[in-house]
């Protein structure tokens, strides 16, 4: 059979069982469409629980689906960010449900207007291999507060942690509220075609025009969390060795397999050498050896490392110099998917380094010659998730922020506006549609209904036909 036979195989046994799942889902929205407060804090408060009492269960499944993962790699970017993320809404929750008056025009008055927000019903998640617990269990917390149904398809790549959410989001919260469906892009393409009342996908770019493609069919609105080059600028007046701590911390959780990690580095061209040499040293200093060291996460499988490898390979073929950096000269050679970090200096946008997300420990470093110069750079490539800016001159950092357009974005430090939950996350163009965390985290999973209601006494038929002078007398003053 042809690879696209057996996958048109494949998706044609998986779709009976997705539609089913969906099917009992839709049936207990239609039952119960607008679930209590009380009902949705149960909910929060089983995922808060289940992620405490599973951590060191969720934190070996991902290590050994990762061939190592840091364990406190995933501490601090698995498990406590879900238990404090759950908290935010379970503090915010009752005030997000009421309703929200909005002012009525004066010419409509006695009547009033408000928006009340209602559960969409069925919601669905697409979820990444790189932080498969938070990006799976931090949108299954804002659906779940909105008052949704929720299935799940998480990532193929970590099949024991993708189990294991099946198995305890099934036993928390049943097929009625939950659904986890396992597998890779054929039952994607099935989930992915589902009449969703709202789909939310994180992954890479080109996947996502897929989704987005198949959620068109349906109109089910979708929120898309993309990847693209985050880019981290550095003031020439900025001290470099901070900035190497932040950038190395950036880079390096997750063995720089995150979203958000800085991609490159654009350094005025007078303290490149320095921040090359910061770099150089900051590593070590955190990583005093990597393929022996617990802290230092693997590539998630051979293909990914070969990817990143290869991006390094066609860098230096065309000229780009490599700095890898082994602080203990250890062997990666033993099968265990780890890499050392490594920078590249004199890159060229021909190289695929430069055109790729790098999702790697590979840190390309570009100079500038004048701050107007940087941001050129930035603006002339796809709007990026993410964009790092270090300089303590506040009016310089307001700038940047206003002539760039990325996602989100921190100023001297990286990766925080992911942690800081009361901001909206999400991309721009090319780096996601719409957005999570925060208040906006609820809204996306809502309906926000305009209601407006009218006075028993009121003015209304005034406006109503026969027109005539009267109207036309009303009108005008109306309109001075
Ligand atoms: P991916 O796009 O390869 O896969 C993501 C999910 O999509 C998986 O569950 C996969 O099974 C599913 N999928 C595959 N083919 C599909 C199809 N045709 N239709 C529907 N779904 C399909 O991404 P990945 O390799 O798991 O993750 C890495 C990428 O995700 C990077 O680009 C990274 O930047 C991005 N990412 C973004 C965020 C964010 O919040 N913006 C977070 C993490 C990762």
Redo the contacts with the bound molecule.
């Keep these: 059979m042809s690879q696209s036979a057996q996958e048109a195989n494949v998706e044609s046994i998986a779709a009976p069982k997705v539609q089913a799942a969906f099917d009992r889902l839709e049936a207990a929205y239609r039952r119960d469409p607008v679930p209590s407060l009380r009902a949705r804090l149960e909910s929060l408060r089983k995922l808060k629980q289940l992620t405490k009492d599973n951590a060191e269960a969720i934190s070996e499944a991902i290590r050994q689906d990762f061939g190592h993962r840091s364990r406190h790699d995933t501490a601090l970017a698995e498990i406590f960010p879900i238990v404090q993320l759950v908290t935010y809404i379970e503090k915010n929750l009752k005030g997000w449900m009421k309703p929200e008056r909005r002012p009525m025009p004066a010419t409509f008055l006695p009547a009033s207007a408000k928006i009340i927000r209602q559960p969409l019903g069925v919601v669905g998640i ?6 498969p617990y938070n ?1 799976t269990a931090g949108p299954l917390a804002y659906a779940l507060a909105a008052g949704n149904r929720v299935f799940i ?5 970590t099949p024991r942690t993708s189990a294991l959410m099946n198995a305890l989001f099934t036993e928390a919260f049943g097929p009625d509220l939950v659904a986890v469906v396992e ?3 054929e ?3 099935a ?2 075609r589902l009449p969703f009342d709202h789909l939310i ?8 025009r ?2 987005m493609r ?1 959620a068109a069919e349906n109109l089910t609105p979708v929120t898309l ?4 080059k985050s880019p981290v600028i550095v003031h020439e007046s900025f001290p470099v060795e901070k900035a190497a701590n932040r950038i190395v911390f950036g880079k390096l959780i997750n063995a720089g397999q ?3 990690a800085p991609d490159y580095v654009l350094v005025h061209e007078s303290k490149r050498d320095a921040l090359v040499d910061a770099i150089a040293s900051e590593i070590p200093q955190r990583f005093p050896s990597l393929a022996a060291n617990p802290d230092y996460t693997a590539i998630v499988n051979d293909r990914h490392r070969e990817r990143v490898l290869s991006l390094v390979r066609d860098a230096e073929q065309k000229g780009a110099r490599k700095i890898e950096i082994n602080p203990a000269a250890e062997s990666f050679d033993n099968g265990a998917g780890k890499m050392a970090p490594v920078l590249l200096l004199d890159v060229r946008d021909d190289m695929k380094v430069m055109q790729e ?1 790098i ?1 790697g420990p590979v840190l390309p470093i570009v100079t500038y010659r004048t701050l107007d110069e940087a941001i050129e750079y930035v603006n002339a490539r796809p709007r990026p ?1 993410a964009l790092y800016y270090f300089d303590y001159d506040a009016s310089r950092a307001d700038e940047v922020l206003e002539r760039t357009v990325s ?1 989100g974005a921190v100023v001297n430090d990286t990766l925080l506006q992911f942690a800081a939950e009361t901001l909206p ?3 721009v163009g090319p ?2 549609l719409g957005a999570y965390h925060g208040p906006e985290g609820f809204d996306t999973f809502s309906h926000k209904k305009a209601v407006v209601k009218q006075a028993k006494l009121n003015a209304a038929g005034l406006l109503s036909p026969p027109y005539g002078e009267r109207i036309d007398k009303l009108l005008k003053l109306l309109m001075r």
């Design positions: 697409v979820s990444p291999w790189n932080y990006l398809k998480p990532s193929e790549l597998g890779g892009p039952v994607a393409a989930f992915t996908f994180t992954g890479s770019t080109n996947v996502g897929h989704v198949a969390e993309l990847g693209g995150t979203c958000i997300e999702f998730l996602g996350f999400g991309g780096s996601g």
